[in-house]
């Protein structure tokens, strides 16, 4: 179990962010704000994939004037993202955002941040403070902001960019402070994992804000799913953590599936939908077992709501082992399949038949746990390696032809 960081907790419309909150998964749209109908339809997916809070630019006057039609065809909380133009975040607010995100790095008039604050206060809306790296500028200054920092963190790698990300905040945060306006979130993302990292350990101690986790401009799906999943594992992890934004240079809906996943995996949200475990496959295999995991994990992403544990072996080696606790299991022999529900053997089919098999009997067990005759996790039986010889067909063909050659004969292959 996780044991959570302890931190205030803010409303995102109907979204609770830190304290005993489930931690939250975000994302943002690609497209331009202000078309309407295309924003809408974007915002609808991310929510239909599982996002609980969705981001939108507002770069334009155009884009917060759209804001208010948005707002009535969307059911998820919405959050203005600002840079530059305070006056985004007034338009914003009036139109009836959820949250606005203002970065420090570019919106540093303090007048003009007093304003967006008290707009905020008086709506009940809260602020994300997001001090990303690649933003601040006073970069050119980091040996002067070194030293006014104690040298704090000068045995740290990245010690001039934390301590003007932490001096930033703290210079930041003052004026929030002073307005008694304490509905903030922070974020401090960075391309660089370790920097994240060190970063979010750092604020985590010295803030009791909800802390929103990103590594920002982590690239293309491929590679930024580990650039992301790293220090985000790392910190949610170590209790650090409410909200999450994965981000790749791809389309927005893999960044709340892999966050959704992340989240599953460290036990930190109940899963929704079925668990798909698959074996990696290796020389023992004599089924097409990559276009089955991928045919499997598309039906079960259609079709089954309850979060069922399904594996995917390739043969009987490693199989029982693994699917030990899976709720439904298929081990693959030579062109065939066995496939257990809950330890006990249902089906022996051929290849071509093992993807509506497996289908079928899983659907099965969803209509009996919601009909309250079975339960998940539950084995019924044990499961027991089939008979390779026999069951599966491994290895038949070269043993007849080994026995043929000394004249013994072979029982007749069971199926
Ligand atoms: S289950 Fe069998 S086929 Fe799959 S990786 Fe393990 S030994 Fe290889």
């Known amino acids: 179990m996780i044991q959570r960081r302890k931190t205030r907790q803010v409303k995102v419309g109907n979204v609770l962010i830190g304290g005993d909150a489930p931690v939250s998964v975000q994302s943002m749209?690609?497209?331009?704000?202000?078309?309407?109908?295309?924003?809408?339809?974007?915002?609808?997916?991310?929510?239909?994939?599982?996002?609980?809070?969705?981001?939108?630019?507002?770069?334009?006057?155009?884009?917060?004037?759209?804001?208010?039609?948005?707002?009535?065809?969307v059911k998820v909380p919405i959050v203005a993202d600002v840079h530059f133009h305070f006056q985004r975040a007034l338009e914003a607010v009036e139109a009836g955002v959820h949250k606005i995100r203002l970065n420090p790095g570019n919106i540093q008039d303090k007048a003009q941040v007093e304003k967006v604050i008290d707009a905020c206060k008086e709506r009940g809306i809260p602020i994300r403070v997001g001090v990303n790296e690649g933003s601040i500028v006073e970069r050119k200054d980091k040996q002067k902001r070194l030293k006014e920092l104690g040298g704090v963190f000068s045995n740290n790698k990245h010690g001039h960019l934390l301590a003007i990300m932490i001096a930033k905040l703290e210079e930041y945060l003052d004026i929030f402070y002073a307005r008694n306006f304490y509905d903030i979130t922070i974020s401090a993302k960075s391309i660089d994992p370790a920097l994240v990292v060190d970063a979010y350990a750092e604020i985590s101690k010295r803030f009791d804000h909800p802390l929103h986790?990103?590594?920002?401009?982590?690239?293309?799906?491929?590679?930024?799913?580990?650039?992301?999943?790293?220090?985000?594992?790392?910190?949610?992890?170590?209790?650090?953590?409410?909200?999450?934004?994965?981000?790749?240079?791809?389309?927005?809906?893999?960044?709340?599936?892999?966050?959704?996943?992340?989240?599953?995996?460290?036990?930190?949200?109940?899963?929704?939908?079925?668990?798909?475990?698959?074996?990696?496959?290796?020389?023992?295999?004599?089924?097409?077992?990559?276009?089955?995991?991928?045919?499997?994990?598309?039906?079960?992403?259609?079709?089954?709501?309850?979060?069922?544990?399904?594996?995917?072996m390739g043969c009987i080696v490693n199989g029982p082992g693994e699917c030990e606790g899976a709720d439904v299991a298929i081990f693959a022999g030579d062109k065939r399949g066995i496939i257990y529900v809950q330890g006990q053997k249902v089906a022996n089919v051929p290849e071509a038949q093992?993807?509506?098999?497996?289908?079928?009997?899983?659907?099965?067990?969803?209509?009996?746990?919601?009909?309250?005759?079975?339960?998940?996790?539950?084995?019924?039986?044990?499961?027991?390696?089939?008979?390779?010889?026999?069951?599966?067909?491994?290895?038949?063909?070269?043993?007849?032809?080994?026995?043929?050659?000394?004249?013994?004969?072979?029982?007749?292959?069971?199926?």
Do not use: W
């Open 29 to 73: 749209t690609s497209g331009f704000t202000y078309e309407i109908d295309k924003c809408v339809a974007e915002i609808n997916k991310l929510a239909g994939g599982g996002a609980d809070i969705v981001r939108v630019a507002v770069p334009e006057r155009k884009d917060t004037e759209a804001l208010k039609e948005i707002l009535k065809q």
């Open 354 to 415: 093992i993807l509506e098999t497996l289908l079928a009997e899983t659907k099965k067990l969803q209509e009996q746990v919601l009909a309250g005759t079975a339960k998940l996790g539950e084995k019924v039986v044990d499961i027991l390696p089939p008979d390779p010889l026999g069951e599966l067909g491994s290895g038949v063909k070269k043993i007849e032809e080994e026995k043929a050659a000394k004249g013994i004969q072979l029982p007749v292959m069971k199926v």
């Open 213 to 312: 986790l990103g590594v920002t401009h982590a690239g293309p799906k491929e590679t930024g799913t580990i650039r992301s999943v790293v220090p985000l594992g790392h910190l949610l992890m170590n209790g650090i953590g409410d909200t999450i934004r994965i981000s790749y240079a791809n389309d927005p809906i893999y960044e709340v599936q892999d966050g959704l996943e992340l989240l599953y995996i460290l036990g930190l949200r109940p899963r929704v939908g079925a668990e798909l475990i698959g074996c990696p496959t290796c020389g023992r295999i004599q089924v097409d077992l990559f276009t089955l995991i991928q045919n499997v994990n598309k039906a079960l992403q259609k079709e089954i709501t309850l979060p069922i544990k399904v594996a995917v």
